[in-house]
C-alpha cells in the first residue's frame, strides 16, 4: 500500500518537473532577445532538473544511488550560473542590447 | 567556534578537504573492500597534493570557515529559486514580462564571496549577473518584480553572513 503513496508522489514531482521544463522551452522561443531567454534556460536548469532528480531519489527509495543522483543538482548549482554568466558576458560585449517588449 | 590562529585553521580545513574528498570518492564508487579503499586514498592523495600544487587552497577558498553553515544556506537558496521560479513561470505564460538591467552593489569583501553571490543571482531564474566591476553587478532582470525583490538586498546580506 505504501508502495503505491510513493509511486503517486513521484509520479506528481516529475509532473511539476515536466511542466517547468515546458515552460522554459516556451520561454526559450517566445522571449524577445538573448538576455531573456538565458532566463527561461535557467529555469529548465535548477527547478526542471531539480523536481525530476527528486521524484527519482524518492521513487529509487534512500540508498548509495540516492546519494549518486544527490550529487547531480549538486553539480549543476556550480556550472549552470557559469555558463549563463558566460553567455550573457559575450553578449554584452558584442555590443547586444536588451530589448523591452513593445520596442521593435 | 573560538578564535583560532591563522596556521592551526590552515590544518584544520587542509583536514575537511581531505575529508570531504574521501568522502565524494566513496560515494562514487560505494567500495568497502580495504584494497580498494586503499587505491582510493592513493587517488585522493593525488588530488589533494594537485589541488595543493596549483594554489587552489589560498587564503580566500578554505572551506572550513562556510562548510557548517553551507546546508541551511542551499536550503535557503533552493527555496528562493523556487519562489522567484515560479515568478518567471508566470510571466512566460501570460507575457507580462518587462525586461531591464539593473546595478547591485555587493558588499562581500573577498572573491570567493562575489562569486558566490553573483552565481546566486544567476541561479535565481529571471535574473542574470551579465557583468562585473569590482564590486558592483549589471544585472539583467525579467520584470520590475524580480529586480525589486534584488534590490531590497536581502540575498546580499545572507551570503556576506556566510562568510563571518
Same mark, same amino acid.
Given at each position: 500500500?505504501?508502495?503505491?503513496? /510513493?509511486?503517486?508522489?513521484?509520479?506528481? $514531482?516529475? +509532473?511539476?518537473?515536466? =511542466? =517547468?521544463?515546458? #515552460?522554459? #522551452? !516556451?520561454? !526559450?522561443?517566445?522571449?524577445?532577445?538573448?538576455?531573456?531567454?538565458?532566463?527561461?534556460?535557467?529555469?529548465?536548469?535548477?527547478?526542471?532538473?531539480?523536481?525530476?532528480?527528486?521524484?527519482?531519489?524518492?521513487?529509487?527509495?534512500? #540508498?548509495?544511488?540516492?546519494?549518486?543522483? !544527490?550529487?547531480?543538482?549538486?553539480?549543476?548549482?556550480?556550472?549552470?550560473?557559469?555558463?549563463?554568466? +558566460?553567455?550573457?558576458? *559575450?553578449?554584452?560585449?558584442?555590443?547586444?542590447?536588451?530589448?523591452?517588449?513593445?520596442?521593435? | 567556534?573560538?578564535?583560532?590562529?591563522?596556521?592551526?585553521?590552515? &590544518?584544520?580545513? *587542509?583536514?575537511?578537504?581531505?575529508?570531504?574528498?574521501?568522502?565524494?570518492?566513496?560515494?562514487?564508487?560505494?567500495?568497502?573492500?580495504?584494497?580498494?579503499?586503499?587505491?582510493?586514498?592513493?587517488?585522493?592523495?593525488?588530488? *589533494?597534493?594537485? #589541488?595543493?600544487?596549483?594554489?587552489?587552497?589560498?587564503?580566500?577558498?578554505?572551506?572550513?570557515?562556510? /562548510?557548517?553553515?553551507?546546508?541551511?544556506?542551499? /536550503?535557503?537558496?533552493?527555496?528562493? /529559486?523556487?519562489?522567484?521560479?515560479?515568478?518567471?513561470?508566470? !510571466?512566460?505564460?501570460?507575457?507580462?514580462?518587462?525586461?531591464? $538591467?539593473?546595478?547591485?552593489?555587493?558588499?562581500?569583501?573577498?572573491?570567493?564571496?562575489?562569486?558566490?553571490?553573483?552565481?546566486?543571482?544567476?541561479?535565481?531564474?529571471? &535574473?542574470? &549577473?551579465?557583468?562585473?566591476?569590482?564590486? &558592483?553587478? $549589471?544585472?539583467? +532582470?525579467?520584470?520590475?518584480?524580480?529586480?525589486?525583490?534584488?534590490?531590497?538586498?536581502?540575498?546580499?546580506?545572507?551570503?556576506?553572513?556566510?562568510?563571518?
Amino acid at each position: 500500500m505504501s508502495y503505491n503513496y /510513493i509511486e503517486l508522489i513521484s509520479l506528481v $514531482l516529475l +509532473a511539476i518537473g515536466c =511542466f =517547468f521544463i515546458l #515552460s522554459g #522551452s !516556451l520561454g !526559450l522561443i517566445k522571449l524577445p532577445d538573448v538576455f531573456s531567454r538565458i532566463h527561461a534556460a535557467g529555469l529548465i536548469d535548477t527547478l526542471g532538473s531539480g523536481f525530476i532528480v527528486l521524484a527519482l531519489i524518492i521513487y529509487s527509495g534512500f #540508498s548509495l544511488l540516492s546519494l549518486k543522483l !544527490l550529487l547531480i543538482p549538486l553539480f549543476l548549482i556550480f556550472t549552470s550560473p557559469v555558463t549563463g554568466h +558566460a553567455i550573457a558576458l *559575450f553578449a554584452h560585449e558584442s555590443g547586444y542590447k536588451p530589448r523591452g517588449k513593445n520596442k521593435k | 567556534m573560538a578564535k583560532l590562529n591563522k596556521d592551526s585553521l590552515k &590544518t584544520l580545513s *587542509f583536514i575537511t578537504y581531505f575529508v570531504i574528498l574521501f568522502v565524494f570518492w566513496f560515494i562514487l564508487s560505494g567500495y568497502l573492500k580495504s584494497l580498494l579503499l586503499f587505491f582510493g586514498l592513493v587517488s585522493v592523495l593525488f588530488v *589533494f597534493w594537485m #589541488s595543493y600544487r596549483a594554489k587552489a587552497l589560498e587564503e580566500d577558498s578554505l572551506p572550513l570557515k562556510i /562548510i557548517l553553515r553551507l546546508p541551511f544556506y542551499w /536550503i535557503w537558496l533552493f527555496k528562493e /529559486i523556487f519562489k522567484s521560479g515560479v515568478t518567471t513561470t508566470a !510571466l512566460i505564460w501570460n507575457g507580462k514580462y518587462s525586461p531591464q $538591467l539593473i546595478s547591485v552593489k555587493a558588499s562581500q569583501n573577498n572573491r570567493t564571496g562575489i562569486a558566490n553571490y553573483a552565481n546566486a543571482i544567476t541561479l535565481t531564474p529571471g &535574473t542574470v &549577473t551579465i557583468e562585473i566591476d569590482k564590486k &558592483t553587478f $549589471l544585472v539583467h +532582470a525579467l520584470s520590475k518584480k524580480l529586480s525589486e525583490d534584488l534590490q531590497t538586498d536581502d540575498m546580499n546580506k545572507v551570503i556576506t553572513d556566510l562568510d563571518k
